[in-house]
């Protein structure tokens, strides 16, 4: 028996209806989509419209005062003037001024270039001046954008860090780098030959799919752990988005050499499949001209990684720390909880509940600070709620209570004194900032170049352990080092794979993949402990694996591309011929046949030797 539904006459008639107009309509949006791209293809004068409608809307925008809404706070008449109110300098008003402009021209210019894709789809090399022009803009109002960051933060909002100046730089060079890499890569792309865009083809397509598939990963576990407490705290999707979109350097990071180890053997195992390589070599290519562009790849890709590693990726993992410990709180980002730290020579004792990842616009909570005398005892003390650091060094407490001791007992209780605004405040002027509280908790793992230079420059770096110390420097090295390891790991594969036959692939695939695996768990953090326990200096764990497994693959390589023959034990027996005897002698390290026309056995050890 079979049930059958049937729609009324008439519900079914309007159904009809529906759908016959809603097929009219896509056919009509596609004939307009065909014909706006069509006129386009045939308009050669589109480019130079979009750039005078574009100086003409920010022209517009500059009549209608757009700038307004971001600029500083200034007085328009005395009467209005507060008492500790300072005029903003010139630079701080000019970025403030410009700055609307430009995310102005960037979103038109973004209208404008995806235009300009529209009508290069049969020749790519369109691309290559207005990808030039759009990451070049990008770089100039990004790293403005920063300079004028870190001048507000040394000026108004400062914690107390000392400051890098080479450090920054590098930051900057680091930020133009990344900015600038789709340019430089499309651009390299198109001077290629035909058989380079082939392999560079060939090798960036299973890389993008590996780093995509990663970051899939990581996003949606991560998300799946944490989505029960967003949804609690009712925490805006603009937020998550956010926390999610500042992780995407730090998963890249972590991304580029187990993605680029893949991608290439994957690659190279194809075209040896397909006889590509022995194509290649039969026309004139040696081995070293055939792996230039997956070198410059991988060299390339390896330079992107630690660029964000410079900086973005390790701040990114504390900011989703820090995310997750405000979740736990009362809202906002955590940089540090339950924060301790004494002044020897103050003997001044801190303890602070909870430091926002934004000093700018939180407070510290929750503070209680002990003083003691030459005898170690206490005399005064000071609890509140909140509390802020000012630039001038002084020290802002507010809704707390001032404390006296005698005889290490509380002797009186003092409240704050209330200012105009009806809130209360003690404001103290020490020595300490924010910056040597919270350092000696700091992990060095969640802090960039420009932090861990800050730290070894501090004045506290030599009141520290010795091994503190070793701990910091290897993480400035390990900064640089870390992604470089997919390049030599790439430089390994590529004589082990690239060979003229078939034969032996699943052996050089697995011994690729056992050095991914010493070089990437075991030899990092062998370095790792070594440097902190001060058996190696720094700088040379840091590159110890990158020695360990680069010395091989450039062997390997050039064996390779100039035909040496690299030295290989012999074949080893069958297990199901072997007998009792012939184990104990494989044990023995003894041959369990001889050698045709030999009578005598040798080890493998001798015969190696006499190999080499």
């Not at 035909?194 to 899939?216: D, G």
């Not at 003691?372 to 002084?394: N, S, Y």
């Amino acid at each position: 028996m079979s049930l059958s539904f049937r729609l009324p006459s008439g519900v079914r008639k309007y159904a009809d209806k529906a759908g016959c107009l809603l097929e009219s309509w896509s056919k009509e949006a596609s004939g307009i989509v065909s014909r706006a791209a069509e006129w386009m293809e045939k308009r050669r004068d589109i480019g130079p419209w979009c750039i005078i409608v574009v100086c003409a809307c920010v022209w517009l925008a500059q009549l209608l005062e757009y700038h307004r809404t971001d600029l500083p706070w200034y007085p328009q008449s005395g009467l209005e003037v507060p008492p500790n109110w300072k005029q903003p300098p010139f630079a701080s008003l000019f970025y403030h001024y410009i700055s609307p402009y430009l995310k102005l021209i960037g979103l038109l210019g973004g209208v404008v270039f995806h235009l300009v894709l529209l009508r290069a789809p049969e020749n790519p090399r369109r691309l290559v001046i207005p990808l030039w022009l759009g990451c070049g803009f990008l770089a100039v109002w990004v790293i403005m954008a920063d300079i004028y960051e870190q001048w507000e933060r040394v000026t108004y909002y400062a914690i107390g860090q000392p400051y890098s100046a080479p450090a920054y730089v590098g930051k900057a060079i680091a930020l133009a780098f990344l900015m600038l890499s789709p340019a430089l890569a499309v651009s390299y792309y198109h001077g290629r030959t035909i058989w380079e865009k082939y392999i560079l083809r060939n090798v960036s397509q299973p890389l993008a799919f590996c780093i995509l598939s990663i970051t899939v990963v990581v996003l949606i576990f991560d998300l799946q752990d944490h989505l029960g407490d967003f949804k609690q705290k009712k925490v805006p999707w603009v937020d998550v988005a956010a926390v999610y979109l500042n992780l995407l350097p730090f998963i890249f990071v972590e991304a580029v050499t187990p993605s680029l180890t893949l991608a290439v053997l994957f690659a190279m195992i194809k075209m040896n499949r397909h006889m590509e390589i022995i194509a290649l070599m039969c026309g004139g290519l040696s081995l070293m001209r055939i792996a230039r562009p997956v070198l410059l790849l991988a060299a390339f890709v390896c330079l992107v990684g630690t660029a964000a590693n410079y900086h973005w990726a390790p701040t990114a993992d504390a900011r989703r720390q820090a995310a997750r410990k405000g979740l736990k709180g009362t809202g906002g980002t955590v940089l540090q909880t339950n924060v301790m730290h004494f002044n020897q020579g103050a003997r001044r004792s801190w303890f602070i509940g909870v430091v926002p990842y934004n000093l700018r616009e939180e407070k510290m909570r929750r503070i209680e600070v002990r003083e003691e005398d030459e005898h170690g005892r206490l005399k005064r003390g000071i609890t509140a709620q909140t509390a802020m650091w000012w630039p001038d060094g002084t020290w802002s407490f507010y809704r707390g209570k001032e404390l006296s001791y005698r005889d290490d007992l509380v002797d009186a209780v003092l409240d704050f004194g209330e200012r105009q605004n009806g809130v209360q405040r003690l404001d103290k002027n020490w020595p300490e900032t924010p910056w040597d509280i919270m350092v000696h908790s700091m992990s060095p793992n969640d802090m960039g170049v420009p932090d861990l230079a800050a730290y070894l420059k501090g004045w506290n770096v030599m009141s520290e352990a010795p091994a503190a110390r070793h701990h910091f420097e290897t993480e400035l090295w390990h900064r640089f080092s870390y992604c470089l390891q997919g390049f030599f790991l790439v430089m390994l594969t590529i004589p082990l794979v690239c060979r003229p036959g078939r034969r032996d692939m699943l052996t050089a695939s697995g011994s690729v993949l056992l050095a991914f695996v010493i070089n990437h768990f075991a030899l990092n953090n062998i370095s790792h402990k070594l440097a902190r326990s001060e058996e190696l200096t720094p700088m040379i764990a840091a590159w110890l694996p990158h020695i360990v497994m680069g010395v091989p693959a450039v062997f390997l390589l050039w064996s390779r591309a100039y035909g040496m023959s690299l030295p290989s034990l012999p074949p080893l027996p069958k297990i199901r011929d072997l007998r009792w005897k012939d184990w104990w002698r494989l044990l023995r390290g003894r041959r369990t046949k001889p050698w045709s026309g030999r009578s005598q056995r040798a080890s493998w050890l001798n015969e190696l030797l006499r190999s080499l």
